[in-house]
């Protein structure tokens, strides 16, 4: 008998994880997790280099081939990855400058020039979304007029996942998905739109030919191979955005259906069907995996980033006693948290490190803490910047059920979701039921995969031709571990709490645009 395996692999912003699916049993049988780096080099500036997703990349499969014998037994790979990057190629397929990502804020000038040559009406009716630095031309827009070499050696503009399939096969392409974070996008018709490319000033040939997530667009090449191990010719499909290929992987597959990923940022995603026009552009949408499909999507920049942030800062004995006795740096931070009672005893965060993204799309925002007290301990801080993180989430819900869409609990995925206490919260704060899937067995570190990479394995499965349609077993592979049910009372008591921290938010925002003019004025870079 024939054994089947595919191998799926997202790139997040700090990390590449990657799975092998074996299709047989229906489970994901070695996953990895490996990091790259990312650069800040000015403020509002953020940049990863290409080769470091591929060096990412190699590592984890590599390290996946460790955990038993599939190398040569890989039929099919997809990969997905983070969105909104304006990573240029050139000819010879090599990267022109570091990717701006996401979260790079720099460009809110050349969001101003493509209101006035386009319109964000008209990038509301083609793209379905809004205007912002979040999304590629703006910030290719901001290379043509101050880097204007690199403008030029720019043959194509590829998404991250792009570049490393790539990598893989040889071949430029763009999956739905990754295509509408591109203003020329017309995400109804699943065509790139030559009126609004031109109108922004960027020329279409640009831009990769488009692909549905599980169609076939190469072969792993003999230097892909020799690279990563995976045996040549195994076929290589176009993939998904990390979102849309965790949706998949935790079994958010049908419209109404929502859930919450959770990493180094955050979303909520709702499916709606593309043919469904919803006229609210705080929350973005961008083409499924699943054809016929949309998530409706709410992105979030600083969530684990917010604690990562507090441990290196002030984690310092945290840090020391998890070498010291190999344990979990961030369990010994949230059982700190443990010991404050909900609400963090006033004290309240704002996770805008760099900006804010959905709802606000604010550039020049900034992190805060409100409410310290006298009696306010460092537990207090903990505790408030995971509560601060449900706030931004839940600002984001909230604007999804006044737009009608339908969320009556959430799946859940990601990092945090790890935390008992991170997801009781998110649970108390949004009011909602969060159901955490099980993908799959734990590593030697006690994490089990992620969603990603099996929505990208089970892509890879229906291009190797092991499946139908990406739906075929889904039912098989992911099932219901646990539900957090919200505590009403305390539901209740951030509801309150939320009012306010709303409420300070927005009268703090001219402020906060003077002190971001002043930090460029004095380069605190």
Same mark, same amino acid.
């Given at each position: ?237 176009? @993939? ?6 965790? *949706?998949?992987?935790?079994?958010? !597959?049908?419209? %109404?259906? #929502? /859930? ?110 409100? @409410? ?6 460092? *537990?207090?801080?903990?505790?408030? !910047?995971?509560? %601060?993180? #449900? /706030? ?134």
């Amino acid at each position: 008998m024939t054994e089947k395996y595919t191998l799926g692999i997202d790139i997040g912003t700090t990390g590449v994880k990657a799975s092998v699916l074996d299709i047989d049993a229906g489970k994901v049988v070695a996953h990895s997790l490996k990091e790259h780096p990312l650069f800040h080099p000015k403020p509002g500036y953020a940049e990863q280099e290409g080769d470091n997703y591929w060096k990412a990349v190699v590592s984890a499969v590599r390290e996946c081939f460790k955990q038993g014998d599939y190398a040569d037994k890989i039929a099919g790979v997809s990969l997905s990855g983070l969105v909104g990057v304006m990573l240029p190629i050139d000819k010879d397929g090599k990267p022109v400058r570091p990717g701006m990502i996401w979260m790079d804020s720099r460009s809110e000038n050349e969001c101003t020039d493509i209101r006035n040559s386009i319109g964000e009406e008209k990038i509301n009716q083609i793209n379905g979304n809004r205007v912002a630095p979040w999304f590629v031309e703006p910030k290719a827009l901001w290379m043509k007029k101050h880097e204007p070499e690199n403008y030029e050696k720019t043959y194509k503009f590829v998404s991250p996942s792009g570049y490393c399939t790539f990598k893989m096969c040889g071949e430029y392409t763009m999956n739905h998905g990754d295509a509408q974070l591109f203003y020329p996008y017309e995400y109804q018709k699943g065509i790139w739109n030559k009126e609004v490319a031109d109108g922004i000033g960027i020329p279409l040939e640009k831009y990769p030919p488009i692909f549905n997530s599980h169609e076939v667009v190469g072969k792993i090449t003999k230097k892909a191979s020799e690279e990563t191990g995976i045996k040549e010719g195994a076929i290589v499909v176009a @993939g998904g955005t990390d979102i849309s290929c965790a *949706a998949l992987g935790c079994g958010v !597959v049908k419209a %109404g259906q #929502a /859930f919450y990923s959770m990493g180094t940022g955050a979303n909520i995603g709702v499916m709606i069907p593309t043919s469904q026009r919803i006229n609210e552009f705080r929350i973005l949408k961008w083409t499924s995996v699943l054809p016929g499909l949309t998530m409706f999507d709410g992105p979030m920049a600083f969530v684990g980033a917010s604690l990562n942030w507090f441990k290196n800062n002030f984690g310092e004995i945290e840090i020391a006693e998890a070498e010291k006795n190999n344990s979990n740096v961030f369990e010994l931070l949230t059982k700190k948290a443990e010991k404050i009672k909900p609400g963090s005893d006033g004290l309240m965060y704002f996770p805008y490190l760099g900006n804010t993204l959905a709802p606000n799309w604010n550039s020049s925002s900034t992190g805060m803490f409100f @409410g310290i007290r006298p009696t306010t301990s460092k *537990a207090h801080f903990i505790r408030s !910047v995971i509560e %601060g993180v #449900a /706030f931004d989430c839940y600002s984001n819900v909230k604007i999804a059920k006044e737009a009608g869409a339908k969320i009556d609990k959430f799946t859940l995925n990601g990092g945090p979701t790890k935390s008992r206490l991170w997801n009781q919260i998110t649970s108390d704060v949004t009011g909602l039921p969060l159901d955490l899937p099980d993908v799959g067995k734990s590593d030697e570190t006690g994490f089990p995969p992620e969603a990603a990479p099996l929505g990208n394995a089970i892509l890879a499965a229906v291009g190797a031709g092991f499946y139908s349609n990406p739906l075929e077993s889904i039912d098989d592979i992911v099932k219901v571990k646990e539900t957090f049910e919200p505590n009403l009372k305390n539901h209740q008591m951030y509801n309150e709490f939320f009012d306010v921290w709303r409420s300070i938010y927005h009268n703090v925002i001219d402020d906060m645009e003077t002190h971001h003019q002043l930090l460029k004025k004095y380069d605190f870079s």
